[in-house]
């Protein structure tokens, strides 16, 4: 399974963006799809994530500025972004698992998108 990531890129602080990541391939089902981020000589954490089972789940420094939704149909999930402050500036990655066609399970990330946040 392969994820492609759309958007990112340059805004200032205060301003907002949308990231999305359509996933392709033989899927059968996705059980979770959301984003990760990593800065520079930080490790990777937690953006938002979406599961079959409930409701998203958001890392604490985003929740109430960014809001990820997805569309089941179409194997894509999205992430506003608003509220952007500089320590949001970062390399973000899509990430989804569940089970391909042929029953086997997937864990695929897609290749990153980078959002800067400067004036």
């Known amino acids: 399974v392969q994820l492609v990531e759309f958007g990112g890129g340059v805004v200032q602080p205060g301003g907002s963006l949308e990231l999305a990541c359509a996933a392709s391939?033989?899927?059968?089902?996705?059980?979770?799809m959301g984003w990760y981020r990593q800065a520079p000589g930080q490790q990777r954490e937690l953006v938002a994530i979406t599961t079959s089972r409930g409701d998203p789940n958001y890392g604490n420094s985003v929740k109430g500025r960014f809001t990820i939704s997805r569309v089941n149909a179409e194997n894509t999930v999205y992430l506003r972004m608003n509220s952007l402050n500089p320590e949001d500036t970062a390399v973000y990655y899509c990430?989804?698992?569940?089970?391909?066609?042929?029953?086997?399970?997937?864990?695929?990330w897609g290749q990153g998108a980078q959002v800067t946040v400067s004036l």
């Open positions: 391939g033989s899927i059968l089902s996705i059980d979770a």
């Open positions: 990430k989804a698992r569940g089970y391909e066609s042929n029953w086997k399970a997937f864990d695929s």
